[in-house]
């Protein structure tokens, strides 16, 4: 069966102090990896797409990663706008166009 | 330019009534998805539409569950007799075919009494 398990559930970080979220999958088949962030009470907001083992993106204080088996989203130097929760996604290969989400990592950064 | 609109924002209704929730999306998107996220949980996927066709309906969770959408654009998903593990915000996406950037809407919370 295909899943996402991400970690820490939650995560606590002063302003500056660096850290990286673990996003953990499996699928029949990897299409792409999808990482978003969602604020309280909003939907989620597209942040990268991940396609290929080794393949990496960036976006300011924010840089994904991909293996064959688990993604990390780095947070380099946080500012509290950083706080959000941030999910991870994957679409299988095999003609679906189900996507399977993590139940996200709660980041919170102290000023 | 505008991005994808849900209504209403937040519906509370009573065990066994039927409701209606409305997705417009992002204009020119021909994709559009239904995605449920209850508390604690992921967000866990309804139905894809390409156009109006449905090509996935495989995450509807019962056939009280049903979404139709209609000249390319807006879309209903209508729940029957509703319960109370259906209460949950209800989010829709769209995105223009070919690309996997999806935008969401700022959702509907449902509360069944």
């Known amino acids: 069966e295909d899943q996402v398990t991400q970690s820490p559930e939650a995560l606590r970080l002063q302003e500056g102090e660096s850290s990286s979220l673990n996003c953990s999958y499996t699928?029949?088949?990897?299409?792409?990896l999808f990482w978003y962030r969602q604020d309280p009470g909003k939907g989620p907001e597209f942040l990268f797409t991940?396609?290929?083992a080794g393949e990496e993106k960036e976006k300011e204080r924010l840089k994904a990663t991909l293996t064959k088996k688990e993604s990390f989203l780095h947070i380099t130097a946080p500012k509290p706008e950083d706080s959000a929760t941030y999910l991870c996604?994957?679409?299988?290969?095999?003609?679906?166009?189900?996507?399977?989400f993590g139940t996200g990592t709660r980041l919170k950064v102290l000023a | 330019g505008a991005g994808v609109s849900q209504s209403p924002s937040n519906k509370v209704t009573e065990k066994g009534k039927d409701v209606e929730l409305r997705c417009d999306p992002i204009?020119?998107?021909?994709?559009l998805y239904w995605y449920r996220q209850s508390l604690g949980q992921g967000l866990e996927f309804l139905i894809y539409?390409?156009?109006?066709?449905?090509?996935?309906k495989s995450g509807l969770p019962s056939d009280r569950f049903s979404a139709e959408r209609t000249g390319g654009s807006v879309s209903t998903l209508t729940i029957q007799r509703t319960q109370q593990e259906d209460s949950a915000v209800y989010l829709c996406?769209?995105?223009?075919?070919?690309?996997?950037?999806?935008?969401f809407g700022p959702g509907t919370r449902l509360t069944v009494l």
């Open positions: 996604a994957v679409q299988a290969a095999s003609g679906t166009y189900k996507y399977i």
């Open positions: 699928v029949s088949g990897l299409r792409g």
């Open positions: 991940l396609y290929s």
């Open positions: 204009s020119g998107h021909t994709a």
């Open positions: 539409f390409q156009g109006n066709s449905a090509p996935d």
């Open positions: 996406a769209s995105n223009v075919g070919g690309s996997d950037t999806q935008y």
